[in-house]
């Protein structure tokens, strides 16, 4: 398995909801979102959105992906969006997943149609991969033909998904909110410079790729600076600086990282004993896997556990 896929093996996307837009006129709004990520697709005609100060027009085909942020902005084409309303309680109380856009002055036939869907996600998962993301992820730049079909399929789904309340329709939709982000991720850092300090760029190398599929797909394993370097083809000490240089920090330094990650996420599932979860994430004995833990997370699995379920009674 490549190394994107296995470094989203455990970033799942949920609560998906999805609206369908039609704008007319002169119309603009913005929304406020925290640990949130947001996907436009733009059905027919073409807006404008600021992100954070980031400025992008997206036309019909297009896809756009807004990894973190707080609030954005979006408005018609050539229009002025200083005096944009607030969308936020229109989506909350929307029931039908379709909401109409425009000024009080200019009522009249659509002339942009968009599909906004927003996700849910594992925080500490995800962290390290939100972190080096722009605010908007460019739309997709595959073939044409490529990007309007891939268009044209979300758009008969998430239609068919509305129209029919069928079983297993919030998975349904999750995995397509889920195949939607990696087409964005996987476009994103294919059109990465070779000249870049962004970590992603190490999903690109020939070499740490392979060592960085390793440690995710088995981070219980004891690897050693001289295991990965076998795995990635090259000496010990070119390796170790080469991963340096582009992830950012040492090969261990990031495994163990992941391993903690990894093991926050299995406790707050609460599926298995923190004996069992040491185990998986690679630790000889449940004491060492404890100081580790609550070196990063300043508590001790039992705790972080107990306080996730505090936290979980109360919402």
């Known amino acids: 398995m490549d190394a994107l896929s296995m470094l989203l093996e455990n970033v799942h996307l949920c609560e998906t909801k999805y609206y369908c837009l039609q704008g007319s006129g002169n119309w603009s709004y913005s929304i406020t979102r925290r ?21 992008r027009q997206a036309h019909a085909g297009d896809m756009i992906m807004i990894p973190n942020t707080y609030q954005h902005v979006s408005y018609a084409t050539d229009y002025n969006s200083d005096n944009a309303k607030a969308l936020d309680d229109k989506l909350l109380n929307c029931k039908e997943h379709a909401i109409t856009l425009n000024d009080d002055d200019d009522i009249g036939e659509s002339n942009s ?15 390290p991969l939100l972190s080096v993301l722009p605010s908007i992820l460019p739309e997709i730049q595959a073939l044409p033909e490529s ?30 909110a889920s195949i939607m982000m990696i087409e964005c991720l996987r476009t994103y850092i294919e059109s990465l410079p070779d000249a870049t300090d962004n970590w992603l760029q190490a999903l690109k190398d020939p070499y740490l790729a392979k060592a960085l599929a390793v440690m995710h797909d088995k981070p219980n394993y004891n690897w050693t600076i001289h295991k990965l ?13 080469r991963f340096k240089d582009i992830v950012g920090v040492p090969p261990l330094t990031y495994l163990i990282d992941y391993r903690l990650r990894l ?45 996730y379920q505090k936290k979980t009674r109360v919402q």
């Open 263 to 307: 093991a926050a996420r299995y406790l707050r599932l609460q599926q298995n004993s923190i004996s069992r979860i040491s185990e998986l994430v690679g630790y000889a004995s449940d004491s060492t896997f404890s100081q580790a833990f609550k070196r990063v997370h300043g508590v001790s699995p039992k705790a972080y556990r107990q306080q």
């Open 229 to 241: 370097a076998e795995v990635a083809g090259m000496s010990r000490s070119s390796f170790a600086q």
């Open 113 to 127: 149609c968009l599909i906004l869907i927003e996700c849910q996600y594992d925080k500490e998962m995800i962290r």
């Open 147 to 176: 990007r309007s079909e891939f268009i044209d399929v979300v758009i008969k789904l998430l239609a068919l998904e509305s129209e029919y309340e069928r079983m297993g329709k919030t998975a349904v939709i999750n995995h397509w």
């Open 35 to 55: 640990d949130t990520l947001l996907f436009y697709v733009v059905v027919s005609g073409s807006f404008c959105i600021n992100v954070n100060g980031s400025l």
